[in-house]
């Protein structure tokens, strides 16, 4: 199978190649794709070295399956042009999410959603994917009315650029900045361009995708995300308030039943996630489950995933895999 990944040269891009690999996803030919600036550099794959092309010379060489990773302006540029030669595009940036046409997926939620004609596929925002993993399998036995998400997100978010601040902030060296901030040593309450209501654009993604995702309007979701220097790695604090009464022993049960979620909640052994506990795995961790006081049916989780991994590369491939094993995609 002839498998392009645009943007192969950035953070996530990388990771996609890693994932690959690792999960033995048959590759016959792989065809990183970069911009001008980067075409003609070397690549390794499976100890293979390939040439960086441009998404033009790409499509001459007719990939099957395209996982985007290159920003917005380059999905909406090049998406179609892939999906109109038969390729299946796979995109990780927010261009296509919200479309009613385009279907949004995390695979354990709603990969039914998928059909043989879908030849662009959103691949949601990093934060969204964790936190509906957690709460998708609570919804399907006490449908949820409510959710209250505050994130610390990682730098590994935004990108290289990003990562090079932290370090150069670290090392007390100046260097360019990716932020309006200095990161180290703070939490800056902006992730993406203010909205016309202040809400950051990061924050309308949480709230429209999980409506979405989880295939009900009547869930209402407000979100604040913050940027934290943290490597690697997203955390969330989420309030829940349910349709019905139930327990912290029920909410715990059904969060253990869903595959790719871990919990990991044992106070008494100061066992909870942290984002040390999920760099570089796949799995969605939960954990700190109590009972909100405050509010009938209302529960607090704490909720961290590694956000290269199952909050992009992981997840994009996953698509590709299941659209693979239910005959949607030709090896």
């Known amino acids: 199978m002839k498998v392009a990944v645009v943007g ?32 003609g550099k070397s690549i390794q794959f499976q100890g293979k070295s390939y040439a960086v092309v441009t998404p033009e010379a ?21 998406a179609p042009r892939f999906a109109a030669i038969g390729c ?24 039914s959603v998928l059909q043989a004609h879908h030849k662009i596929i959103a691949n949601p925002n990093c934060s969204t994917i964790q936190m509906v993993m957690a709460l998708q399998p609570i919804h399907l036995k006490n449908p949820i009315q409510r959710i209250v998400v505050s994130t610390y997100q990682s730098v590994t978010g935004t990108g290289k650029a990003a990562v090079d601040q932290l370090e150069n ?44 995702i989880m295939g009900s309007t009547q869930i209402q979701v407000t979100a604040t995300t913050v940027r934290i220097p943290v490597m690697g790695g997203h955390s969330e604090s989420v309030n ?48 700190r489950v109590r009972v909100d006081r405050s509010f009938p049916n209302s529960f607090n989780l704490w909720i961290v995933s590694d956000n290269l991994r199952k909050g992009a590369a992981t997840n994009a491939i996953q698509i590709a895999e299941y659209l693979l094993k239910n005959g949607m995609l030709s090896a």
Request: aromatic fraction near 8%; include cysteine; glycine fraction near 6%.
């Open 240 to 287: 829940i308030t349910l349709e019905n009464s139930c327990t912290v022993d029920d909410l715990k049960g059904w969060i253990s039943s869903m595959p790719g979620v871990v919990l990991m909640d044992d106070p008494k052994n100061l066992s909870y996630p942290m984002p040390l506990n999920a760099h570089d795995r796949d799995e969605v961790f939960v954990g």
């Open 169 to 212: 902030e670290i090392k007390g060296l100046d260097g360019p900045m990716a932020y309006a901030y200095p990161i180290f040593k703070n939490a800056i309450p902006q992730i993406d361009v203010f909205s016309d209501d202040d809400y950051t654009k990061e924050e309308l993604k949480m709230m429209r995708e999980t409506q979405k």
């Open 8 to 39: 192969a040269t950035g953070l996530v891009g990388s990771k996609m190649l890693q994932i690959l690999a690792e999960r033995q996803f048959p590759v016959t030919e792989l065809i990183p794709v970069a911009s001008e600036r980067s075409a």
């Open 88 to 111: 299946t595009v796979i995109d990780n940036s927010s261009a296509w999410r919200m479309d009613p046409e385009i279907p949004l997926v995390v695979p354990e939620v709603n990969g």
């Open 58 to 78: 790409a499509l001459l060489l007719h990939p099957q399956v395209a996982l985007f990773s290159a920003g917005g302006t380059t999905s909406k540029e090049w």
